[in-house]
């Protein structure tokens, strides 16, 4: 079964061929941050003009690098939604188009389950359940697992802990910005962390109840733009080296003292890690280490599939076409659309631990 995937919820154009949810036959990602550079951050409008510009060109070079014409092609799959509603509508409205007139059925697929199947193709092994943490630009989330066939062709979601602020990408870019680095400022952290004193700074460990596992990370933000506010040379190395790795290591410890408590709580088999952040090297360190030593399997996929790309809405929408949950061609675009509603918000109450 191939499913041609389009992925344009914020500032990648992106179409990728996928053979039975599994094997990657071509990966297209034109990414548009040379576009929104200047601004140091992603401009709503300029990434609806450009991915319109940039769509069919990249489908068809999806196509042309597998090797297979559209008409070869089973399915088709779409991000609709969460993401900036302009990009949404140009990969969407595509993949409608493509797919009524060449009678092929449709798959909407929720970005954050995207992010989730990106790990699927190193590990379709997974042991179910597993905690599935997504970090990325736009999100910070803590998902339970559940898989009614034992494998990645029906999963479940429960959402037991978010951001209750930033989302973690969000605050690895708005530091950056405010140390005077480039946007996306994550990778260029991490390449900067690696030759820094993780200690030289302390940063307090935001004080969300003990029975919530939700993240915080505004609290960091502002205390790093204290320090810069306070003394104009932790924008200048070496003391920028220091406060990277420093800001670096609270960031991934928030992130791994609420996913520990997470499993200690649900008791999950493995932890799965998802989401642009995903590429982050010392996040990956950390989690692989300290997940081993707790007993648990620990999935990542490589740093191509963390970041936006469509490889990964073709996965899970091949889930979703096999059971059945295909899209009518009046489906429209979700910037909100939610892939699982967390208990604390259905009962208004809190997670029991
Ligand atoms: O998943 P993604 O491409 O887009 C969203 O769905 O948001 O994630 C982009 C985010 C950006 O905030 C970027 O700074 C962050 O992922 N990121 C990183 C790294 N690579 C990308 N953050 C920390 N370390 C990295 N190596
Ligand atoms: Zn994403």
Same mark, same amino acid.
């Given at each position: 079964?191939?499913v041609?995937g389009?992925?344009t919820?914020?500032?990648?154009?992106?179409?990728?061929?996928?053979?039975?949810?599994?094997?990657?036959? +071509?990966?297209?990602?034109?990414?548009?941050?040379?576009?929104?550079?200047p601004?140091g951050?992603?401009?709503?409008?300029?990434? +609806?003009?450009?991915?319109?510009v940039?769509?069919?060109?990249?489908?068809?070079?999806?196509?042309?690098?597998?090797?297979?014409?559209?008409?070869?092609v089973?399915?088709i799959?779409?991000?609709?939604?969460?993401?900036?509603?302009?990009?949404?509508?140009?990969?969407?409205?595509y993949?409608?188009a493509?797919?009524?007139s060449?009678?092929?059925?449709?798959?909407?697929?929720?970005?954050?389950?995207?992010?989730?199947?990106s790990?699927?193709? *190193?590990?379709?092994?997974? *042991?179910?359940p597993?905690l599935?943490?997504v970090?990325?630009?736009?999100h910070?989330?803590l998902?339970?697992?559940?898989?009614?066939?034992?494998?990645?062709?029906?999963?479940?979601?429960?959402?037991?802990?978010k951001?209750?602020?930033?989302a973690?990408?969000?605050?690895?870019?708005?530091?950056a910005?405010l140390?005077?680095?480039?946007?996306?400022?994550g990778?260029?952290?991490? #390449?900067?962390?690696?030759t820094?004193?993780?200690?030289?700074?302390?940063?307090?460990?935001?004080?969300?109840?003990?029975?919530?596992?939700?993240?915080?990370? +505004?609290?960091?933000?502002?205390?790093?733009?204290?320090?810069?506010?306070?003394? *104009?040379?932790?924008?200048?190395d070496?003391l920028?080296?220091d406060l990277?790795?420093?800001?670096q290591?609270?960031?991934?410890?928030?992130?791994?003292?609420?996913?520990?408590?997470?499993a200690?709580?649900v008791?999950?088999?493995?932890?799965?890690? +998802?989401?642009?952040?995903?590429a982050?090297?010392?996040l #990956?360190e950390?989690? #692989?280490?300290?997940?081993?030593a707790?007993?648990?399997k620990?999935?990542y996929?490589?740093?191509v599939?963390t970041?936006?790309?469509?490889?990964?809405?073709?996965?899970?929408?091949?889930?979703?076409?096999?059971?059945?949950?295909?899209a009518d061609?009046?489906?429209?675009a979700?910037?909100?659309?939610?892939?699982?509603v967390?208990?604390?918000?259905?009962?208004?109450?809190?997670?029991?631990?």
């Amino acid at each position: 079964m191939l499913v041609l995937g389009i992925e344009t919820s914020c500032d990648e154009t992106a179409a990728a061929i996928v053979r039975d949810g599994k094997e990657i036959l +071509s990966n297209v990602i034109y990414s548009q941050i040379k576009t929104h550079t200047p601004y140091g951050g992603v401009v709503p409008e300029l990434a +609806s003009r450009e991915h319109l510009v940039k769509i069919r060109a990249v489908v068809d070079q999806a196509l042309t690098d597998a090797g297979v014409t559209l008409d070869e092609v089973d399915g088709i799959a779409a991000t609709s939604g969460p993401g900036l509603i302009g990009s949404l509508l140009v990969g969407l409205t595509y993949a409608k188009a493509l797919s009524f007139s060449k009678h092929k059925p449709l798959a909407a697929v929720n970005h954050i389950e995207g992010h989730i199947y990106s790990v699927s193709f *190193e590990h379709p092994d997974v *042991e179910f359940p597993a905690l599935a943490l997504v970090v990325s630009g736009g999100h910070t989330n803590l998902f339970l697992v559940e898989s009614d066939s034992g494998d990645f062709r029906h999963l479940k979601y429960k959402l037991i802990g978010k951001t209750r602020d930033d989302a973690a990408g969000e605050a690895y870019d708005k530091v950056a910005k405010l140390l005077g680095l480039s946007y996306p400022g994550g990778p260029i952290i991490d #390449r900067l962390a690696k030759t820094g004193n993780r200690e030289a700074f302390q940063f307090s460990i935001p004080k969300i109840s003990d029975r919530s596992l939700d993240f915080s990370f +505004s609290g960091i933000k502002t205390a790093v733009l204290r320090l810069v506010k306070e003394n *104009e040379k932790v924008k200048e190395d070496p003391l920028r080296l220091d406060l990277c790795a420093s800001f670096q290591e609270s960031v991934v410890n928030m992130l791994w003292t609420t996913t520990l408590k997470a499993a200690q709580t649900v008791k999950p088999r493995g932890i799965m890690l +998802s989401g642009g952040v995903a590429a982050n090297s010392r996040l #990956r360190e950390v989690f #692989r280490q300290r997940s081993a030593a707790a007993g648990l399997k620990f999935y990542y996929p490589k740093p191509v599939l963390t970041t936006d790309n469509a490889a990964m809405i073709a996965a899970a929408g091949t889930a979703k076409i096999l059971r059945g949950e295909t899209a009518d061609i009046d489906v429209n675009a979700d910037p909100n659309m939610r892939l699982a509603v967390s208990e604390q918000d259905v009962r208004n109450r809190r997670w029991k631990l």
